[in-house]
Every structure is written in C-alpha cells, then in structure tokens.
C-alpha cells in the first residue's frame, strides 16, 4: 500500500488518503473493507476487499461487470440499448472520505464506489457520479447547495422473513407510536443508536412507526451525494445489528400489502451564502421565489420521479390514499398527505425550513432520487413558476386532488416521456432505469398483492 523504493517522493492525493485510511483500520482492527454500489433496482451490491488492499483499491479499482445496472429485483437481468450482457468490466474505486469503520460489524469497515471505465473515465451509467454532476450543476448554473436527508423506515421480524401466506412473528404488541414499542426492543433499538453514533452519524430522531414492528430513524442532512451514502450506510447498519439480535430488518416497500408500507421519505433545502432559500422570502410560507420554483419543477416533474423514487410493483401497494404515503399529486404546508410537504421555519429554529418529498421508498436507489429531484429543481428554476395554491385536508374525503401514478407502467410511462430527467441522466443511465422497470413490470405481471409483497420483502 506504500510507495516502492523508486517512487518520487510526492506523492498523488490517492496514496496519501490509502495510507491514512490503512493506518486507521490497522488501528481499529479491521480486515475486510465492503466496497458498495446501488443498481437500478435499489439492491445495494458489493465487492470486498482486504484491508491491505484499500489503497490498491482506490488507485486501481476493483474489476465489477456493468451487467449489474440491468439486474432485476430477483437477481435476473434484462438488457437496455447501451448496458447489458456479460461483456466488458469496470473498475470501483472507494471514496475514501467516506470510509466508515463498522460498529455493528467487528473487523469490518465501509466505503461507497464511484464506477469508472477500464481508462479511468466516468462510467455513463454510475449513478453516483450522477448525483454529483448534479450537484455541481446546481452550484455552477444557479450558485445554490442541497441539504437532503433521507428518513429511514424499517420493518422487523423474528427470525427468517416467510414465505407467501405465513404470518410474520413481530418482536412487539404495543401500538402504533407507542412507547411500549420502545419498552419491548429497548435494547435493540439502544445498540442502533450506539451503533450509528460510533460510526460518525448524527441521529435526529429514532421512533417506532404505525404498523407492527416497524421502526423510523431520521439523521442529519448532508450533500446530495453524502445523504445517498448515509441512506446506504444507515440502512445496512440496521440490517446488521438485527442479524445481532436475531432479527430481519425488510426496508422493502411493504411486508404485508394490506399494512402502512415503508417510506424513504427525502428532506431538501436550498442554501447560498449560509442562507437557507426555504425561508426569509415572500413566496408561499416565507420560501423565497427561488425556493417556490425550484419546487414548483419538483412538483413538476412528480409523475415522472415516481419511476425513480418508487421503482417497484411493489411500490404502488405502499402509495395508497390515508396513508400518509403521499399519494396524491399536490403540496401543502405540514400536508402529510400531499406528495410535497412543505415544512416552514418555526420560531426560535432559524434554518430549519424545509420540504419533504414523500412519495419515495427505501427500494429506490438514492443517488438517483437525489439526483433527479435536483435536476428536476433546476429545471423549475431555469424555467420558473409559481406553485398552485397548496392542499389542506385529506384528498381522499374531499376529492380536490388527483392521485399520482397509481402503478408503475403508468408512472414508466411519464418517466420516458420527461425530456428533463432524460437530458439529466444521460441516455445509457435513463435507457437503463427504464429497462430495469419495464422488465420487473413484465416479472410481476399476474402476481396477486400477496405475492408482491412476499417476493420482495426479503430483498431489500
């Protein structure tokens, strides 16, 4: 990992990072580093390498087929115009700043990949290098940063998930929200928390939800591309401490088709100079104009997001209406039934303002829904708008407003149709995502809600 005898002395920003990064597993006692991408259908893959080995890692990278992109829910594979087939390999290199030795996993450590060519270019199809463009659209076109912050919501159960038609055994019979909840799976629940705080994390909230056994933890916002690593590296450190406990954790979007499914929920606000453009303006609730159009092209482009942020069949079981899913195609102040929640500044919480996209789940790729929710604010900003009067209310009793897609064949349908997110993702990426949903359209055509739900609850 150092340096050879005839090397020059100064050297590339890539071994110094290597030799730090060795230094400190060696201290920590770690032999394994788990080096992980996300594919177009929200599994999170993985190669892994020995901890001697990172700093080859990151100055090499480590060889991985682009196939994956094209990989469905149940680990078969379509094809799409520019990605798929058993030809070619790419290289993964760890990004180092984010390399997390792992509490919940002893010996262990973590570092998400960007995805090269064998030349060392940026792979057209990685999703996080995406994000990142992205983000630096935002800063070079419109002088503006992203906090984002994913909400992470979890079912768990004793023991392996069952099959279709078994009944799931939930560690806790208190009620929704209930403090019993807590009270039954204190200790779990207390190692997540010392877990994620020894890993760096800053835990806001942690929470039991509506639905048996189910459980929420919000974190702090971070960069477009760093909230993406946190989803990942939240999520697999709850899957680790509940293997610990003898528990599975399923972040799928619904365990049971008739329960309140499993949101991955995204917070986002706008800054320039350490002002938070959410607040302090005269648009809608104190936003600024620039605020309003940014989501107004959030708003937008809901439909079309929705083959992004809520990728599955299984998706649509967990968007229904008087859910609090966001299922129907407004925004509105606090509105917890509105897609685009609108959350303004309180007094005494300066910077807090914010917006919540809720119509995402955890079986979305993150770097996607970040990146396309950003491209979709710049595009509203390049062509702004104004927001049409907000929602109050639940929809469902009043009627006033219309649902979103209500599967993902319609929803694939706006996706292709969005020359928005088609110019932001680059072709091979969006022909990719979009053969990833037509083909798990076709793999769960016929299946009643009990099989999609089966079939998918153990993936994620």
């Known amino acids: 990992?150092?340096?050879?005898?005839?090397?020059?002395?100064?050297?590339?920003?890539?071994?110094?990072?290597?030799?730090?990064?060795?230094?400190?597993?060696?201290a920590a006692g770690v032999h394994g580093t788990a080096l992980t991408w996300v594919d177009n259908a929200g599994i999170t893959r993985v190669k892994a390498v020995p901890a001697r080995r990172l700093g080859e890692a990151a100055e090499r990278g480590v060889g991985m087929s682009p196939v994956f992109d094209v990989y469905l829910?149940?680990?078969?594979?379509?094809?799409?115009?520019?990605?798929?087939?058993?030809?070619?390999?790419?290289?993964?290199?760890?990004?180092?700043?984010?390399?997390?030795?792992?509490?919940?996993?002893?010996?262990?450590?973590?570092?998400?990949?960007?995805?090269?060519?064998?030349?060392?270019?940026?792979?057209?199809?990685?999703?996080?290098?995406?994000?990142?463009?992205?983000?630096?659209?935002?800063?070079?076109?419109?002088?503006?940063?992203?906090?984002?912050?994913?909400?992470?919501?979890?079912t768990v159960v004793r023991g392996r998930?069952?099959?279709?038609?078994?009944?799931?055994?939930?560690?806790?019979?208190?009620?929704?929200?209930?403090?019993?909840?807590?009270?039954?799976?204190?200790?779990?629940?207390?190692?997540?928390?010392?877990?994620?705080?020894?890993?760096?994390?800053?835990?806001?909230?942690?929470?039991?939800?509506?639905?048996?056994?189910?459980?929420?933890?919000?974190?702090?916002?971070?960069?477009?591309?760093?909230?993406?690593?946190?989803?990942?590296?939240?999520?697999?450190?709850?899957r680790a401490v509940s293997v610990r406990h003898g528990l599975t954790a399923s972040f799928a979007p619904v365990v049971e088709p008739s329960g309140v499914g499993n949101g991955g929920h995204l917070h986002l606000s706008l800054w320039r100079e350490g002002k938070n453009l959410c607040e302090g303006g005269d648009g809608p609730f104190g936003m600024t104009r620039e605020a309003e159009a940014f989501l107004a092209g959030v708003l937008r482009e809901l439909p079309a997001l929705l083959a992004i942020g809520a990728p599955t069949p299984a998706s649509y079981l967990r968007l229904r209406p008087s859910r609090w899913s966001g299922a129907y195609h407004c925004w509105g102040l606090e509105a917890r039934e509105a897609a685009l929640r609108f959350v303004a500044a309180a007094p005494g919480v300066p910077g807090a303002a914010n917006a919540e996209v809720k119509c995402m789940d955890a079986a979305a790729n993150p770097y996607?829904?970040?990146?396309?929710?950003?491209?979709?604010?710049?595009?509203?900003?390049?062509?702004?708008?104004?927001?049409?009067?907000?929602?109050?209310?639940?929809?469902?009793?009043?009627?006033?407003?219309?649902?979103?897609?209500?599967?993902?064949?319609?929803?694939?349908?706006?996706?292709?149709r969005s020359a928005v997110l088609r110019e932001a993702l680059g072709e091979p990426l969006f022909g990719a995502v979009a053969a990833v949903r037509r083909a798990e359209t076709e793999l769960f055509e016929g299946a009643t809600p009990l099989e999609i739900a089966a079939a998918t609850r153990g993936r994620y």
């Open 1 to 26: 990992m150092g340096t050879s005898r005839n090397a020059p002395q100064e050297e590339s920003e890539t071994e110094d990072g290597a030799r730090r990064a060795a230094a400190r597993l060696a």
């Open 73 to 154: 829910v149940d680990d078969s594979a379509t094809t799409s115009p520019y990605i798929g087939g058993p030809d070619g390999d790419l290289r993964l290199r760890p990004d180092l700043d984010r390399l997390t030795v792992l509490a919940a996993q002893p010996g262990w450590s973590w570092a998400p990949v960007n995805r090269h060519e064998q030349d060392g270019s940026p792979y057209a199809g990685c999703q996080r290098q995406f994000a990142a463009r992205t983000a630096r659209r935002a800063l070079e076109e419109q002088g503006i940063e992203l906090r984002m912050g994913f909400e992470t919501e979890w």
């Open 161 to 238: 998930l069952p099959q279709a038609g078994a009944e799931l055994d939930y560690p806790v019979t208190g009620p929704a929200y209930g403090m019993a909840r807590i009270v039954e799976l204190s200790d779990y629940l207390r190692d997540i928390l010392e877990a994620l705080t020894a890993q760096g994390i800053e835990v806001l909230q942690i929470h039991p939800e509506y639905s048996p056994g189910q459980f929420e933890a919000s974190v702090a916002p971070d960069d477009p591309v760093g909230a993406a690593d946190l989803a990942v590296l939240v999520r697999e450190t709850v």
């Open 368 to 416: 996607l829904v970040t990146g396309a929710v950003l491209a979709a604010g710049l595009a509203g900003m390049a062509d702004p708008t104004p927001l049409p009067p907000p929602a109050s209310g639940d929809p469902a009793l009043t009627g006033a407003e219309r649902r979103l897609p209500t599967s993902l064949p319609v929803a694939l349908g706006h996706f292709e």
